[in-house]
């Protein structure tokens, strides 16, 4: 099993930056993947950004160009650098982790990114 739990959410304004936190314990060494998507009220589910356990990134086209992924593999921690942050960026935003293990899918409890002045 495996255990996300992100943190960093909060109130910016608009041109901002923020930096998500997700912080990962259980067999680290069965993860493959981590994921960070967002969903903003009314909306559906939308991916972020991911981070593979051999490095590679993608990103969501909305967020090419401003949003980073990256992690410390010595703390266990992914993080998500947001930058030029706009208010349609705002949402709860949640880290899931692709485990090798049933259920092969960890979520977060979610973190909310709130972008307004």
């Known amino acids: 099993q495996v255990q996300a739990v992100e943190s960093g959410g909060g109130l910016v304004q608009p041109g901002g930056s923020l930096r998500l936190s997700c912080a990962a314990s259980?067999?680290?060494?069965?993860?493959?993947?981590t994921y960070w998507y967002r969903q903003a009220p009314g909306k559906e589910r939308e991916l972020v950004a991911i981070i593979t356990s051999s490095g590679l990134t993608q990103y969501g086209d909305s967020v090419k160009g401003r949003f980073t992924i990256s992690r410390d593999n010595a703390k266990n921690m992914v993080y998500l650098e947001m930058n030029s942050l706009k208010p349609e960026d705002t949402a709860v935003y949640y880290c899931?982790?692709?485990?090798?293990?049933?259920?092969?899918?960890?979520w977060g409890q979610g973190t909310q990114v709130t972008v307004s002045s």
């Open positions: 899931k982790i692709r485990s090798v293990l049933r259920p092969y899918n960890y």
């Open positions: 259980g067999n680290i060494l069965s993860i493959t993947a």
